[in-house]
C-alpha cells in the first residue's frame, strides 16, 4: 500500500474514532446538565408543596379543635339577626312563593389555651344560615289559601374558616417554631413528595429564622450553596415574621448521574467496542505492510544468497570448458570442489526455509537421545572454526560444567549453536572473537556464547527471535542471510523445553544464554 495512502486511510480511522468519542461525551454532558435541571426544577416543586402541606396540617389541625370549643359553647356574647324576604307571584296560576334569607351571628369568646399562646381569649363568629321557602297554593272553588312552607339551617364554614385563618396566621406568628412543626413531621412529607416524583435521594434539612439556626434541623445538615434548596415557610407579611426551610440533597450529582448510569455504561461499552475494533484493525493494518516489507526484504535476500552460488558455480562451469584447465587435474579438482560447496550452501539454505515451515506445521520430528552437551559444543565449533580462522578470529572454549547429560535431538542442537556461531561471525566486523562457557545452575547445565560483535539495540532485542528479523533491516547486503537462523534456534529450544535469552549492549558485543535440564 502506498504511504500516503496508507497515512491517510490511519488519519480517516483515528478521526473518525475521536468523532464518534466527541459525540459520546457531547450527548452524556448534556444529557446530564437537563437531568440536572430537572432534578432542580423537580426539587423546588417538591419544597413548595412541602411548605403549603406544612401550613395546611397546622391550620387543619387547629381549626378542628376550635371547631370542637365552639360546638360546646352555650352563650354567645352577642346576637346579631338579619334577614331578606322576597315574594315571587305565578300569573297563571294566582300561587305565590315567599323566600326568606336569614343570617344568624353568634359571637362567642373562646380561651386561647388551644394555641398555646399568652393571649387569654379569642372573640370568634358563629356564623348560620337560616332559609325559609313559603309556597301559597290559592284555591278559587273553596275561596280558601293553602300554605307549604319548608325551613333550612347550615353553618358559613367558608366564611368562618377565612375568619378564622385570618386570625390565627397572627396569633400563631408568636409560637416557637419546635412547637409548630417537627423534624419527623417535614422528614415524612418531603419523602412523600419525593416519593410522588420518583426521587430516592437523601437529604438534610434545617429550618432558619431570619438566618440564625432553629432547633427544627436535622444532625448532618450542612448549609452548602452547591447543594442546597431554600423555600419560605409561615411567611407573615402583616408582622413581618417568616421562616426558611433549607434542604440539602448532599447526594445531588449520584442521583442525577444514577438516572443515566445505564445508558452512560452501553455508550461507554460501545464506544470500548469500536475503540478495540479500530485498535484491531490499525495492528492489522501494520502487521499486513510489516509482512509485505518483510516478504520483499526476504524475497530480495533469498535471490541475493543465491545469486552468488550459482554465479560461482557458473564461473566454474565455464572454466572447465577451458581446454587447459581440463588438462590439469588439480585445477579440475579446485573447480569441482567450489561447484560442490556452493551447491551445498544453497542446499542448506533451502534446509533452513524447509525445518521452519515443518516447524510451524508441526510436521518437524524431533526424537530426543541422551547426549553430553560438551560434545556437541565441539561438534559444532569444528562446523565454523575454519571461516573463523580464515578471517583471523578465535573461538575460545571454558566448559566448567561438571554434569553435562542432556535429552536432546543432536542434530538440531548441533544446528541451534552453529547458528548462533555463524551470528557472531556474521555481526562482527573485524576479527571474530568468541567465548563459550558451560556451567551448572540447579538442575540445569546452562551454556553461554559471548561474542564482541557490533551488539544490538533494545528495540532489536525484543524482534530478534522473529521470523525473517535480520539486524539490520531491510534489502541491506552487509550481513548475509534471510532472518530465519534466530527463529529456528528458538522454536527448537521452545521443543527441548529449554530457556533461551540474549544479553547486548550495541557496539560492545552480544550474549546468547541457553538453559538445558540435566538429566542422571
Given at each position: 500500500?502506498?504511504?500516503?495512502?496508507?497515512?491517510?486511510?490511519?488519519?480517516?480511522?483515528?478521526?473518525?474514532?475521536?468523532?464518534?468519542?466527541f459525540v459520546q461525551w457531547y450527548w452524556i454532558s448534556n444529557s446530564y446538565q437537563s437531568k440536572e435541571s430537572q432534578f432542580v426544577t423537580t426539587v423546588r416543586q417538591v419544597l413548595l408543596d412541602t411548605a403549603d402541606e406544612i401550613e395546611l396540617r397546622e391550620a387543619e389541625k387547629y381549626f378542628e379543635m376550635y371547631n370542637d370549643l365552639l360546638r360546646e359553647a352555650e352563650n354567645p356574647e352577642n346576637v346579631t339577626f338579619s334577614e331578606l324576604i322576597y315574594r315571587i307571584g305565578n300569573g297563571k296560576s294566582n300561587d305565590a312563593h315567599i323566600f326568606s334569607d336569614g343570617i344568624l351571628e353568634e359571637d362567642f369568646k373562646l380561651s386561647s389555651s388551644f394555641l398555646d399562646t399568652d393571649v387569654d381569649s379569642i372573640l370568634f363568629k358563629r356564623i348560620t344560615n337560616k332559609k325559609v321557602k313559603t309556597k301559597i297554593l290559592k284555591d278559587i272553588d273553596a275561596g280558601s289559601n293553602r300554605v307549604e312552607k319548608t325551613e333550612s339551617f347550615s353553618r358559613l364554614k367558608p366564611y368562618e374558616r377565612a375568619q378564622f385563618e385570618d386570625a390565627f396566621s397572627n396569633i400563631s406568628a408568636k409560637i416557637p417554631i419546635h412547637r409548630r412543626v417537627t423534624a419527623n413531621d417535614i422528614s415524612t412529607i418531603i419523602n412523600d413528595e419525593l416519593t410522588l416524583r420518583g426521587i430516592e435521594s437523601k437529604f438534610q434539612?434545617?429550618?432558619?429564622?431570619?438566618?440564625?439556626?432553629?432547633?427544627?434541623?436535622?444532625?448532618?445538615?450542612?448549609l452548602d450553596p452547591e447543594t442546597t434548596f431554600r423555600v419560605s415557610l409561615f411567611d407573615n407579611k402583616d408582622l413581618n415574621i417568616g421562616y426558611q426551610l433549607y434542604v440539602n440533597f448532599y447526594e445531588q450529582e449520584r442521583?442525577?448521574?444514577?438516572?443515566?448510569?445505564?445508558?452512560?455504561?452501553?455508550?461507554?461499552?460501545?464506544?470500548?467496542?469500536?475503540?478495540?475494533?479500530?485498535?484491531?484493525?490499525?495492528?492489522?493494518?501494520?502487521?499486513?505492510?510489516?509482512?509485505?516489507?518483510?516478504?520483499?526484504?526476504?524475497?530480495?535476500?533469498?535471490?541475493?544468497?543465491?545469486?552468488?552460488?550459482?554465479?560461482?558455480?557458473?564461473?566454474?562451469l565455464d572454466a572447465l570448458k577451458n581446454p587447459k584447465v581440463k588438462a590439469s587435474d588439480e585445477f579440475t579438482g579446485k573447480y569441482l570442489k567450489m561447484i560442490r560447496d556452493e551447491n551445498h550452501r544453497m542446499h542448506e539454505q533451502v534446509e533452513n526455509v524447509l525445518r521452519i515451515s515443518k516447524l510451524d506445521k508441526n510436521e518437524l520430528d524431533l526424537p530426543k537421545e541422551r547426549y553430553d552437551l560438551h560434545d556437541i559444543i565441539e561438534d559444532s565449533i569444528s562446523h565454523i572454526e575454519l571461516i573463523v580462522d580464515?578471517?583471523?578470529g578465535y573461538i575460545n572454549s571454558h566448559?566448567?560444567?561438571?554434569?553435562?547429560?542432556?535429552?536432546?535431538?543432536?542434530?538440531?542442537?548441533?544446528?541451534?549453536?552453529v547458528n548462533i556461531l555463524d551470528n557472531a561471525v556474521k555481526y562482527s566486523e573485524d576479527e571474530p572473537k568468541i567465548d563459550i562457557y558451560t556451567e551448572n545452575i540447579k538442575n540445569y547445565v546452562v551454556l553461554k556464547i559471548r561474542d564482541q560483535g557490533m551488539g544490538m539495540s533494545k528495540a532489536a532485542l525484543k524482534k530478534i527471535f522473529e521470523k525473517f528479523y535480520r539486524v539490520p533491516t531491510g534489502d541491506i547486503h552487509n550481513v548475509k542471510g534471510h532472518g530465519l537462523g534466530l527463529s529456528y534456534v528458538k522454536r527448537i529450544l521452545d521443543d527441548h523445553d529449554a530457556q533461551v535469552s540474549v544479553e547486548s549492549d550495541q557496539g560492545k558485543g552480544s550474549t546468547f544464554i541457553i538453559k538445558l535440564h540435566l538429566i542422571s
Open positions: 500500500m502506498d504511504k500516503k495512502l496508507f497515512g491517510l486511510l490511519i488519519a480517516l480511522m483515528t478521526l473518525a474514532l475521536l468523532g464518534i468519542i434539612f434545617a429550618i432558619y429564622s431570619n438566618d440564625l439556626g432553629t432547633k427544627v434541623r436535622t444532625q448532618r445538615f450542612d442521583e442525577v448521574f444514577g438516572s443515566l448510569i445505564g445508558m452512560t455504561i452501553l455508550s461507554l461499552l460501545f464506544t470500548t467496542v469500536i475503540f478495540v475494533a479500530f485498535y484491531s484493525a490499525l495492528s492489522q493494518l501494520f502487521k499486513q505492510r510489516q509482512i509485505s516489507q518483510i516478504k520483499n526484504d526476504f524475497i530480495n535476500n533469498m535471490t541475493h544468497e543465491f545469486k552468488t552460488p550459482i554465479a560461482t558455480i557458473n564461473l566454474a580464515d578471517r583471523g566448559l566448567g560444567a561438571l554434569k553435562t547429560n542432556v535429552l536432546v535431538n543432536e542434530s538440531h542442537i548441533t544446528n541451534v549453536i
